[in-house]
Nanobody, 125 residues
Framework: QVQLVESGGGLVQAGASLRLSCATS????????MGWFRQAPGKEREFVAA????????FYADSVKGRFTISRENAKNTAYLQMNSLKPEDTAVYYC??????????????????WGQGTQVTVSS
C-alpha cells in the first residue's frame, strides 16, 4: 500500500510559479513511477507529467511542456511538479499518482494504482 499526500497548491496570478510536492509512504519510493494529473471543473482528469522510478524518462502533456518540470527525490520519498508561467487555464485540482514497477510513467490514469487527495491550484488573470 502506498499513501500519497500533495501540497503546495494555492491562488496565484497569471505568470507566477508554484511548486507542488507529493510526499509518499508505505513502500519503497524507488520502486514506482510517478505521475501528475489535473482536473478542472466540469472536465475529465487529464495527464500532466510523469517520471520513471530513477528520475529519468520524464514526459509532459503538450499544454505544459516547457513550463512545468517533474522531478523526484527518492531519498525524501517525494515527487515534485515545478510550475512556471502559470496560466488561468492551468486552474485545476492537481493529483499525484504512483505506478508500480520499474517501467516508466504513463499518460493513462488507469495505469496508476495509488492516488493522492489532490491540491487546488487557481490562477487568476
Amino acid at each position: 500500500q502506498v499513501q500519497l499526500v500533495e501540497s503546495g497548491g494555492g491562488l496565484v496570478q497569471a505568470g507566477a510559479s508554484l511548486r507542488l510536492s507529493c510526499a509518499t509512504s508505505g513502500r519503497t519510493f524507488g520502486g514506482y513511477a510517478m505521475g501528475w494529473f489535473r482536473q478542472a471543473p466540469g472536465k475529465e482528469r487529464e495527464f500532466v507529467a510523469a517520471i520513471r522510478w530513477d528520475g529519468g524518462g520524464s514526459f509532459y502533456a503538450d499544454s505544459v511542456k516547457g513550463r512545468f518540470t517533474i522531478s523526484r527525490e527518492n531519498a525524501k520519498n517525494t515527487a515534485y511538479l515545478q510550475m512556471n508561467s502559470l496560466k488561468p487555464e492551468d486552474t485545476a485540482v492537481y493529483y499525484c499518482a504512483a505506478k508500480m514497477g520499474v517501467a516508466g510513467g504513463s499518460r493513462y490514469s488507469a495505469n496508476y494504482a495509488y492516488w493522492g487527495q489532490g491540491t487546488q491550484v487557481t490562477v487568476s488573470s
